[in-house]
């Protein structure tokens, strides 16, 4: 595959670039931080998303360099913020998410790597959030979950990313070294419809009211209205992202919406 065979110098070349999507908190309406979205530049084909290539990298194992330079450049990033925006009082200073493959969880050099990035940027362990898909650790044994644990217990949050897509049982939640459930974009969508599904809004409740109970914090993604929005906080969830807010866009896009706030 000519994609994959390019990959290795694309990121030697820095072909790679990083789009920011805000998190806004539902309550006070604020931005709260930002996911990191990695894409390609690609010389021949343009700008790629990670649809197109994350699969490949994982598979030739190029994602464990590329996600560590991903790691970097969002926490140089979440830096950056803080020197702009100071600790953001009450809040803190602006957090940022980062994705990981189930590859990465793997790789042995995570939490040192992870503890690196950090200490060489300066940044705080508890502005990082490391979102895994609920699917990676669907029945996760104690190796998996250990370099989680120790990430966790230095203070980085992990979040479980697409929840409610995926089988895994809900009383296994507490076996998990997470605190944050980022509800799949289908729930949301789901909320279009006025008056919504009553199911899925029974679904919603039960979800938030169990992770409120096991002291985790709820996202929402793919929040496209304000009647969404407004529908997912008397819900009770915490925190949305979506195109109603922003799309990933560069950094500068944030200091401009985390400026209007002020
Ligand atoms: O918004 P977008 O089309 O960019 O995201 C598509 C998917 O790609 C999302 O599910 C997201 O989790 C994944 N993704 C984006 N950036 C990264 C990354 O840096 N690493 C990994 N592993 N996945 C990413
Ligand atoms: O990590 P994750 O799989 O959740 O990546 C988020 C994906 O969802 C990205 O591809 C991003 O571009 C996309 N996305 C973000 N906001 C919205 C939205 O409001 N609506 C839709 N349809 N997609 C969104
Ligand atoms: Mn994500
Ligand atoms: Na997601």
Known sequence: HGLTNALPAA???????????????LGDGQVRGAEALVRWLHPQHGVLGPDRFIPLAEHTG??????????????????????????????????????????????????????????RAGVEPDAL?????????????????KPLRQLAEMGVDIALDDFGTGYSNLANLRRLPVSVLKLDRSFTQSMQQYPADPVDLKIVEGIVALAHSLDLTVTVE?????????????????TA??????????????????????
Do not use: K, M
Not at 134 to 144: N, Q
């Open 241 to 262: 992202q979506g195109w109603y807010y922003a799309r990933p866009g560069p950094p500068d896009r944030l200091h401009d919406l985390a400026l209007a706030d002020a």
């Open 11 to 25: 990121l030697e070349r820095g072909e790679f670039f990083i789009e920011y999507q805000p998190l806004v908190h």
């Open 222 to 238: 793919g929040v496209e209205t304000g009647a969404q929005a407004e529908q997912l906080r008397i819900l009770g969830c915490d």
């Open 129 to 145: 959030c490391l979102e895994v898909t609920e699917s990676a650790l669907i029945g996760a044994d104690d190796d998996l979950l």
């Open 62 to 119: 190029l994602i464990v360099p590329l996600g560590r330079w991903v790691l970097e450049q969002s926490v140089r990033q979440a830096r950056a913020w803080r020197e702009l925006y100071g600790d953001g009082g009450a809040a803190g200073p602006l957090r940022i998410n980062v994705n990981l493959s189930p590859c990465q969880l793997t790789h042995p050099g995570l939490v040192q790597d992870t503890v690196d990035i950090l200490e």
